[in-house]
């Protein structure tokens, strides 16, 4: 029981870490200044390391992994919401 906990718990931060990283890619350079956050490529450096380091040691409550769990969340809960004020992710031409 407590192993299939931790494997979910695993599985979604993990989602929260690449929702997160996807976000960030989807969201033009100069909508981060104009927000007043970090700079888009700070911001792809630290949650792809964060994603990476989940990947390679996939264990939900190692240090690393909360760190890059924090850092997931304060893209969340900061950064998107002031992204999402400045202007609307683009979407794909068809």
Do not use: C, E
């Not at 769990?69 to 919401?81: C, E, I």
């Amino acid at each position: 029981m407590q192993s299939t906990l931790m494997l979910v718990l695993s599985f979604v931060l993990f989602a929260i870490k690449a929702f997160a990283l996807v976000d960030a890619l989807a969201r033009p350079a100069p909508n981060y200044l104009a927000a007043n956050k970090q700079t888009k490529n700070l911001w792809l450096i630290i949650l792809g390391l964060t994603l990476a380091a989940h990947i390679l040691t996939f264990s939900p409550l190692g240090l690393l992994n909360l760190a890059g769990t924090v850092a997931a969340l304060v893209y969340l809960a900061d950064a998107r919401p002031a992204l999402r004020a400045v202007a609307p992710p683009r979407t794909p031409r068809r």
